[in-house]
């Protein structure tokens, strides 16, 4: 039968459709993996925002690469909780959204101080630190939007969630 | 207990659902692209959240009914969300007030129902509660800006309070369905959370140099399925798909 471990392995390549240099469990949205039988397997997956719609899509290309590794079979099962949170990317996943050109998620202070300071979100294009907020909603459910002081460059930060 | 159980997640979704609805509206009409992008951004968490809790609700009722089906096809006086969400956009100020004034009762909300006895809208809340933080504090600093910005946003955001205030009691509206889901442990005793929100509404108040209206006149009945008059319009568009075309899918 196959082993758990080789469908964990073998998720490593099902790209997140949004950000396709990240694979799904570089995001840390799949949270458990159980083998039925030789070719039947369930797979817990969690949202990153209630209303990502990219879901749909992430089960269909999990489906897909599993059933080209022979699974027959493959059943979802959503867990809502533990809720996810950009604490379960993975460091290798922060580098490649940095080489992607989106800034990784840093920590943040609570969201219910107003106007407190933004964090400090270095620029993925030249490195500077002396970056400002253009929008706290960006062009994903997961992104905030930024501007780079030093190169004028907008980009896109990959916000804390917790 | 099955009965109210499906009632009171329906009032929790559909308050997500018709706020989403109202918000989308603005998709491409936003005061500026950023704020075009927050609302609707907000939107999709809501409409998120209601997908969630319509699913549970379609599966408490046993009826093969889907969430889909809960969106779409039930009639005005089968919607139990507040009649505060179904009001409509206004202008910037109207919307975020009315924004604000949701976003201010669904944090206590949701930090109580993350502990319900009910495991599935204890997740759904403690998923929410992390989107709605984003929330209040985007309302929340509009709120702040306007009323302690210019003589003109100051009106505007002053107007919308007044217009809107009157609503907000209903989000602390109990009847039988939360005294006896309450008895379970499933349900939250809203009284319990005027504290908190009261707190927030006049430290966000405070800073916008704003008040709140003298007038103590009090509407509600969207709990139990009775509506405003923008409700029927709201409702026409967004079933329209499904009535013209029944069961079309994507």
Known sequence: MVSETAIWSYLEEVPDPEVPVLSVIDLGIVRAVKVISDTEVEVTITPTYSGCPAMNYIEKNIREVLIEKGMKTVRFHTALSPAWTTDWMSEAGKKKLLAYGIAPPVNEADKLTLFGESPVVKCPQCGSENTKMLSQFGSTACKALYQCNDCLEPFDYFKCLR | ?250
């Open chain 2, 1 to 250: 207990m099955k009965n109210s159980l499906f009632t009171y997640t329906l009032r929790i979704a559909d308050d997500s659902l018709i706020l989403g609805q109202r918000l989308s509206e603005w998709c491409g009409h936003g005061p500026i692209i950023e704020e075009d992008i927050a609302l609707t951004n907000i939107a999709l968490d809501l409409i998120g959240q209601a997908t969630s809790l319509l699913e549970y609700a379609a599966q408490v009722e046993g009826k093969g009914r889907n969430a889909d089906d809960l969106a779409f096809l039930r009639f005005e006086n089968q919607y139990f969300n507040t009649q505060l969400v179904e009001q409509k956009n206004g202008d910037f100020a109207v919307t975020m007030v009315r924004q604000w004034i949701f976003d201010t009762f669904r944090l206590p909300f949701y930090e109580a129902l993350q502990h319900s006895a009910d495991k599935q809208l204890a997740a759904i809340a403690e998923k929410s509660l992390k989107e709605t933080k984003y929330h209040w504090k985007h309302s929340s600093e509009w709120i702040i800006r306007m009323g302690d910005g210019t003589e003109e946003s100051a009106k505007r955001v002053n107007d919308a309070l007044q217009l809107l205030w009157k609503f907000s009691d209903e989000l602390f509206f109990m009847d039988d369905v939360d005294r006896e889901l309450m008895s379970q442990g499933i349900a939250i005793d809203l009284e319990s959370l005027r504290p908190a929100f009261n707190e927030r509404i006049q430290f966000v108040l405070q800073q916008a140099t704003l008040q709140l209206p003298d007038s103590k006149w009090k509407l509600n009945g969207g709990r139990v399925g009775r509506h405003t008059e923008h409700f029927g319009h709201l409702l026409a568009e967004m079933q329209y798909m499904q009535r013209a075309y029944p069961n079309m899918e994507w």
